[in-house]
């Protein structure tokens, strides 16, 4: 049962096997053949191999979100400093629910986990087609509310 997902996954696998091994005897080398070998049976019995697990139709535009997203993280951290800074009078603590834009499941993920990898903001809770989120400001709300996060997470997904 091999396929494009299998393979990722044992190319995954080898990858951080050698790059945190270090030492490339033979006996090292087959040890961590055997033991990826391990980990992709047990998942092929789990069942766990699959688009949700190994989503390789992200790959491409990955990159392009993960420099926009660091981006927005330092922005963010900025923000979160002046405030400090500034004391308690400056921040507005907020609550709202805000609906996602989102059609997969990890389109709903990577876009929770993005609110709450930004300073200031995060992803509380996920029901139905909503995510509810604490802001330390109005105005970090405002531009959650405005979309530019959803539409990022939007353009990834296509």
């Known amino acids: 049962m091999m396929n494009k997902h299998t393979v990722s996954l044992f190319l995954i696998l080898a990858v951080v096997w050698l790059l945190n091994s270090g030492l490339y005897t033979p006996l090292l080398l087959t040890l961590g053949l ?79 986990n993005s609110i709450t990898l930004t300073p200031g903001t995060v992803a509380m809770n996920m029901e139905d087609n909503s995510v509810l989120i604490h802001s330390l400001t109005i105005r970090s709300m405002e531009e959650l509310q405005q979309g530019e996060m959803a539409r990022e997470v939007n353009r990834l997904e296509i």
Request: with cysteine; glycine share 4%; proline share 5%.
């Open 34 to 112: 055997v033991s990826i070998f391990f980990v992709i049976w047990l998942s092929v019995r789990m069942g766990i191999i699959d688009d949700e697990s190994q989503p390789l139709h992200l790959s491409r535009k990955l990159p392009a979100y993960y420099l926009w997203l660091i981006k927005k993280i330092i922005q963010s951290n900025i923000d979160v400093v002046v405030l400090v800074w500034r004391g308690n009078d400056a921040i507005s603590p907020c609550i709202a629910t805000i609906p996602l834009e989102q059609t997969s499941e990890i389109g709903k993920v990577i876009y929770a």
